[in-house]
Structures are given as C-alpha cells and as structure tokens.
C-alpha cells in the first residue's frame, strides 16, 4: 500500500448515498485520478491518502483510495485555493484572497480562536464571520470524529453515518457504550458493536455487553422465523453468542423487561421472551384483525341467487365449499380461503370480484411478491400490484413507518383480496393491517401447505390456528386440474401418499441420477437444449430450484457452472468481480432482501423516465442489462420493466439466480422447473419443501437425481417448529 500527499483539483463525480468518488488530485504539480469513499471532501482541501495505483480497462491509471486523511493547509497559497474552491459557503476567489492577504498563515487560527475579527475585511459582516466560523468548526469537529472512529476499526461510511446521529456525544458513547449502536443505527450490528467495544477495552461480561447480546440473539432467531424464544433456549443461544453463564443472561431479563426492551409472558409451564418489537405487531396485529372482523345483516339466500346469477352470465360453475366462500366473503368482513393446487381458488376470487363489482364496491387485489402478483392479474383479469406497493413503500423501515398508508392515510376501498398469504410475514402483515380501516372486507388466499414465510411469523397457519375468523377450505380438485401430473402428484405428495415415477406422464418427470455432477450435467441438458422448446420458453424462464445454498447441489455451486453455460463470457460482454462473483451484463439475479430506498423507474423508448417509485425487495428477480466500471454501478431491469441503478458497494444485495432455494420461490411460478436432488439435512428434507418446489411449475416439473431421497421427503413430515405468538393473542382477546 503507497501513500501520496496531494489537494483536490476537481470532483469529478459522487454518490451522494455512499460518498464514493472520482476525484482529480494534484500530486506534486501532477494531476492524479482518485477512487474511494470521500463523504465530505471539498475541492481545495489536502488530503494524505493510502493506496494502490490500479489500471481501469477504459480510463487507464487510477489510485484507488484504502483510506485518507484530511490535512490543514501548509502555505498561504494552498489556505487561499481552500478557501476559493466553494468549501465553506459565502467566500469566493475574490473574498479568499482578501482574507489571506490580511491574516496569512494565521488565517485558519482567527477562523477558529477569533472569527469576530473576520468582519475587518471589507464584504465580511459580523453576522457572516460567525457563519463562517461555524462551517470552519463543524468540518473540523467532523474531521476529528473521523479520526476518531477510523481508530477504532470503523469505515468512513459507517463513521459519517455515527456522527450524524451523535455529534459531539460520539466519544463518549464509543468509550461507554458502543453496543448502543446496534440499535440505533441501520447497518450496525451486534457484531459491528461488539468488535468495536473489543478494541476499546470493554469486558465480556459488561452489563451493556449483556443486554446487547440478547437483542441480538433475538433478532437473529427472528431470521429463522420466530417471533420469540422460550427462556431457556434464549439463555442458551445468547450465552454461547457471548461465551458466558446462561445464569449471566437471565440476570439481565428482569432489567431489559424493566426497559420495555423485551416482554416476558407465561405461555404453559414456559416462560417466552419477545423483543418489545415483535411482541407489539402481534398484540395490535390481533387486535386489527378482530376490529375488522364485523358481520354484515345481508341474506344468504339473496347472495346465493346473486352467485347462481354470475354463473349464468360467465359459465363458472362453482361447488359447494367455493359457492360457501363467497357467501362468507359477502356476510363477514374477514375470511379465510385455503386450499391446494387445482382446487379453485382463482375460480372463487374470481367469483368473489364479480359480485362486489355487482354490488358497486371497490376492489384492490394483492400479493406479497411481484410475480405473484402479475400472475394474480392474468387468472382473474383485474390489476393485482404487490402489498408493498399497494401500500406506497415511502423508504422507510417495514413496519414502522415504511410506508405512506397507515392510521392517517388509509387505503381507500371497500374490498382487500390477498393472494399467496403463506408468504406474508408478521412485519408486512402489521404494516397492511394499519393501513385497513374499519368496514373494509378483508379476504385472505394461501395455502398453508406451503413454506411458511422466510420473515418472522405464521401469520395465515396462526390465524386459522386460533379458530377465530371464518375459513373455507376448499379440497375438491378439479377435472381439468386432475389432467395435470403436477397438481395430482403434489396433492399426493402433500398427502403421503405414493408418487410413480415412470416417466409416462406429460408433465412430471424423475431422471434417475445417483452423482452430483452427472445431475448437474443433466440439469443443463434440460435447461439450454430439450425444456426450452417443450415449453415454449427460453433458458432464462426456467428455474433450477434446489433445497440448500451450500453442498454439491447447493445455489452458490450450480449457480457458477449455470452461469458459465447459459450466459458465458464474450467480447464487448462487460463484467465485474465482487466477493468472488462474477456479476455478467446478461445475468439473471435476484434481490436477497428489503432494500426500501432503491429507487425504480420505467423509461420510454428514448431512455425518459415515465414512472419512478421506490423499493426492490427479497426475491424480485431481474437481468443485468449494463455495467458501467467508470460509473462504478450496473443497471438491472425487474419484472413490470423497473429499472434500477446499484452502486457497486451494494451488488452484497444480490446473488445469481440461475439456481435459487426453494425457499426463495415462493409465491411465484415457472414454465418449467428443474429439480436437483440428493440426500441433505433431515429436518431440511422435508415434505412442504418437495410440495413447495413442484408447485412452482405451470407446464414442466423434471426432478433429477436419487429416488431414494424424494421418497424420504414425502414421508418426512416433520416441520421446523417456529415460535409464534400471534394465535395466543387473538384466542386471548376472546376470554
């Protein structure tokens, strides 16, 4: 790593999100091109930076900037080119130079120790000497804090971020308490705070420490989906976390309850610990759910003369449990439509919409993921967006403020429908019940046979737990769905039952493969030479669902070879390496989490843009369609034709999709789906996962690998427990 001394001629370009910039420097009378994270440079200032000469492709000899250091300028010439570059408002060239003249050397001191004295040049009044003294100091004090922090191991990025939140309270809170960090600011966790806290010489065993680590390690098990942990697990996981006594962790319950941090709550012969968080979205969402749950004084008879009036007029013949649904949709505010592939649950939504259409009432549709919701508006031919979208994402945190509808700005219609509940956690849901108001119909659609949803939460298995609100169950499958080897052998497989695998039928096939790279051999087969034209689709619309990230049929090992072979390299074909990936223009890639600040937008034809909107969230899929390395940025094209600008610092948020988990698919469908397969985890390995994954696909399953394994799935019908609050809270509001 080389140092090199030089002031900034010229910023050439900035993100102003996450300060990188392409700046010119002059080093030594010659001018230098400089990359790196410069949150509050200004052109004139000198800076000492550490770093390595690099040579880009297109614009040649760079220094790319590891970290830097500003420095006070040494002579009267650089203080004034400082000064008459713009950094420090109300002073230009012709202003500067009046101030060196007169003070010299000793300028940056009377700014400083006696700005008053400022006000004896001529255009300089005593009111605009003290402005200018306070931009003098607040950059100086910034520059100290970022002295300060870069001490202690912490980025340039996350330093700015820490100073904007505790200004000059920054050195006692790294001193003190630097785990405070992990909850006040985004992008610092526990881990962060902790290496931090190391470095600055705070025991392992400090109450701060403590605290922290059970925050944390609640925070973490709600990634596993749990909205709480009995106390003992909570102890346990929390004391290896912090390599202490689980007696040290309970210690502290009392306190963080005290705290209003974590609530402790009676469940059984168990105690349960819920962070405050968590333990609020369940309490309001049941009672939001309750508030909207209202009967409505309408006839059965009339409704089922106006269902018999809807078949007639659109042929849909309904049976007995879909014609029950939408008597319950019509007399009830809140209900519950469940049922497998093939048992007529668009037939019933679609139903449904006709008769409040005829009823002159306002209908929005929704679904919790893109392609679910595009496929929502195909079967019933109505306009269904996201629920993220619905509620107008604002760029907040989900949950708590994240959106423009809530309490003081309502949705405004008279009928909610919901499809693929399943996948809603207990954050989304929090968030849409707070945008519902009182008298709106709510209609609920999923398949609890499915995954539950990869955020914390059973929110659609728990409100049918607590059996209060109305549900239909809808399990008669259809002629033309039992035509359909998916469907009759997914309501098989959801059943236990016996699945043959000859390969007689049109749309299920089981090649038998025994090594993972002959199934992986095979698996390209499929997708590049024999799928393609079986299912009028191209390589890029079939999905490789796979149950692991890691292992030989794993994501992260399929989705190299799949890149290589569906996209590989080409000349005037741009690419950029990151954390080991090789990231393709051409490449299929997914989101892997809620980012509400990306922004989106639609352009014309000529590159206008002619809709913008915000949020891209976990599981939207798209395709690099350009890399620009001078711009350090790549633009990527979601479903609904969104447009997206990602700074290179933030491709952690995406991962190739060639092949995705089975988790991942959720809620959205195929053409056709490939299936590797072979024997993993048992608790991994089980029935809903095989369910899940065969669902996704509209014409074509072909699973490869070893029978033995598939057979294992079925008969494994043990679910992953997760910890849940919410069907106590509703059963609760009824004693």
Sequence with gaps: METINGYVDHIVWRNPDNGYTILNLIVDGEELTCVGNFPDIAEGENIEAQGDYTVHPTYGNQFKVASYEQKAPEDEEAIERYLASGAIKGIGVALAARIVRRFKADTFRIMEEEPERLSEIKGISARKAMEIADQVNERKDLREAMLFLQQYGITMNLAVKIYQRYGADVYQMIRENPYRMAEDIEGVGFRTADEIAMRVGIHTDSDFRVCSGILYTLMQASNEGHTYLPEEELSGRAARLLEVTPELIESHFMNLAMDRKIVMQNRGDEVCIASMMFHRMEENSAAMLKALDTQYDISESVVRAQIAQIQKKTGIELEAHQADAVVEAARNGLLIVTGGPGTGKTTTINCIIRYFEEEGLDIFLAAPT?????????????????????????GGPEGNGGFERNEQNPLETDVIIIDEMSMVDITLMYALLRAIPHGTRLILVGDTNQLPSVGPGCVLKDMIASKAFHTVCLTKVFRQASESDIIVNAHKINHGEEVVLDNKSKDFFFLKRYDADKIINVTLQLIVQKLPNYVHATPFDIQVLTPTRKGNLGV???NKILQYYINPPEDGKKEYEHAGRIFREGDKVMQIRNDYQLEWEVRSKYGLAIEKGMGVFNGDMGIIEEINRFAEQMTICFD??????????????????????????????YPAVVIPLMSGPRMLMNRNLIYTAVTRAKNCVTIVGDEQTFYEMVANNHEQKRYTGLADKIAGLNK
């Design 640 to 669: 609904e034709n969104h447009k997206v600008e990602y700074s290179f610092k933030q491709l952690d948020e995406l991962e190739h999709a060639y092949a995705i988990t089975i988790h991942k698919s959720q809620g959205s469908e």
């Design 556 to 558: 992260e090992r399929l």
């Design 370 to 394: 893109g392609r679910a919701a595009k496929r929502m508006s195909e079967t019933t031919g109505y306009e269904a967006r996201t629920i993220h979208r619905m509620l107008e994402v604002s």
